[in-house]
Each structure stands twice: as C-alpha cells, then as structure tokens.
C-alpha cells in the first residue's frame, strides 16, 4: 500500500538515512542511498509539515529524469516521490527531493 505524501514528515525518513530504497519508474527499479535529511525552515500557516528536503545518491553514471518515482523499502513502505537529479560526481549520482 503506497502512503499518502501527506503523512510524511523529516522524521519519516531520519530513521532510514543510510539505507538504501528500491526506485521503480516504468518497470525499471534502481537502488537509491538515502543520504540526508535536512528541514527547511518553518511551516506556513497553511501547510500540513514542517519543509524537509531528502538526498539520495545513486550509481555514478545513473540517470533519471525529473518525475515522480515509487520509493519503497522494508520498514518504510511505499511512496511516490518527486526527484530532481542534482549532479554526478565521485560520490555518485545525487537527487533531491522537497517536501513543503
């Protein structure tokens, strides 16, 4: 079952920094490091979280374009997550998602 993006929070993800997630898009699956977790400020009135941003790092090499990407991993579970490739360099291919 995948969970809605309105009950995810930093703190979803703190637990799982360092672990890696399976990314599926169109019948292919990746494996993505979570990296970091880092919040972005405070909350709007209207906002249902406080903004976080999520690294990832991936293969060198690996390319994906900006979408929305099935998340999934033992312990977590399943979400949709928007990513944007942010470079590729020796510690890897590197995305970033953003949470407001």
Same mark, same amino acid.
């Given at each position: 079952m995948t969970t809605p993006l309105e009950d995810l929070s930093a703190a979803s993800f703190e637990p799982h920094i360092g672990a890696e997630f399976t990314v599926e898009s169109g019948g292919t699956a990746v494996t993505l490091r979570l990296d970091s977790v880092r919040l972005l400020g405070h909350r709007r009135p209207e906002a249902i979280r406080d903004p976080f941003s999520l690294g990832f790092v991936g293969p060198q090499g690996l390319r994906l374009p900006q979408e929305i990407y099935q998340f999934?991993?033992? $312990?977590?579970?399943?979400?949709? =997550? &928007?990513?944007?490739?942010?470079?590729?360099?020796?510690? $890897?291919?590197?995305?970033?998602? =953003? &949470?407001?």
């Open positions: 999934s991993r033992e $312990g977590f579970g399943v979400a949709g =997550i &928007f990513i944007t490739q942010t470079g590729d360099g020796a510690r $890897g291919s590197e995305f970033e998602a =953003i &949470f407001t």
